[in-house]
């Protein structure tokens, strides 16, 4: 198959390109490398420093002519969506509104999209939770994803646009950038191995549900062939605390650093994981690498 990948240059996006090229596709990636990088890009793919709102796009749709496009560019920090709520919007409810638009007029076969399960349901009813729950983002970031969804769906509706939604849960390993916005074990691993002090917010009972990206890849290559107009939870559907993942680093790394305990993060889900039996039941997909291992493969990828 012709894959075309948004954000490919990105840490999750950067392990499905390399997952479609293992499984003999054509590939190719459009980056603007606001926050990925051209190393990142697996070599096989061929790189567009392009920004999807650009018109360079269309002529790249229209050239390629893929038969997948998998959208992955977003504006990923909750941060910076609270701060500019219109920057956010544009970026990920007009990027894929965009995006949507493009796979229609060049006869997209489908549409995959890289959904937020941590941000677009909101406070938890009950946990694990459930693709059914009720949609009540409570940050910009999660509303602009979860209109995202909405005018794929509309697609679906006006014009027949086949696709897929994945709502990933708290992503994990190689490659991802631990300055800045970055997942709390990519922050941990690169203090660790260089001799800086971690900050722990809160008493880190606090629990998430944590995923090794390569999982993630593993249900993308899988949703080309199934899950056809479905939306699936794609996490490990249990929680665990920030305390686990410090000791699990500490272990691994060698580090004896005692932890900074700093106030909790205001606003922050305390609990929250997903229930991923829809994902088991209609995409034959099951999260397959343990946590121990994703940290000690995580781990030795950011050693020097």
Not at 23 to 29: L, N
Not at 266 to 285: K, P, Q
Request: net charge negative; glycine share 12%; proline share 5%.
């Amino acid at each position: 198959m012709k894959i075309l990948v948004t954000g490919g240059a990105g840490f999750i996006g950067s392990h499905i390109v390399e997952a479609y090229l293992v499984a003999g596709h054509d590939v190719a990636v459009i980056d603007n490398l606001a926050t990925g990088r051209r190393a990142n890009c697996p070599e096989g793919a061929r790189l567009h420093e392009v920004d999807i709102h650009a018109r360079e796009t269309e002529r790249i749709f229209a050239d390629f002519r893929p038969d997948i496009v998998n959208h992955l560019a977003a504006q990923a920090s909750v941060k910076v969506s609270t701060g500019d709520i219109v920057f956010d919007l544009e970026v990920n409810g007009g990027g894929t509104a965009r995006i949507a638009d493009l796979c229609v007029k060049n006869g997209v076969k489908k549409l995959i999209y890289a959904s937020s399960g941590g941000t677009v349901y909101g406070n938890p009813d009950s946990l694990p939770v459930r693709e059914d729950h009720p949609l009540r983002p409570v940050s910009p970031y999660g509303m602009s994803k979860l209109v995202g969804e909405q005018y794929i769906g509309l697609m679906h509706r006006l014009h027949g646009l086949q696709y897929t939604v994945l709502r990933y849960s708290n992503a994990f390993g190689p490659r991802q950038d631990p300055n800045g916005e970055a997942g709390v074990v990519a922050i941990f691993t690169g203090k660790m191995l260089a001799g800086e002090q971690c900050t722990i917010d809160g008493d880190g009972d606090q629990r998430k549900d944590y995923i090794y990206v390569g999982d993630i890849a593993r249900a993308n290559v899988i949703a080309l062939e199934a899950g056809a107009n479905g939306t699936y939870n794609i996490g490990t559907g249990e929680g665990t605390s920030v305390n686990t993942i410090f000791k699990a680093l500490q272990a691994e790394t060698g580090d004896a650093t005692p932890a900074h305990h700093g106030p909790p993060r205001i606003g922050d889900v305390r609990d929250f994981w997903l229930e991923t039996s829809h994902a088991a039941a209609e995409l034959n997909w099951r999260p397959e690498v343990p946590f121990e291992e994703g940290i000690r493969l995580t781990v030795a990828s950011f050693r020097p």
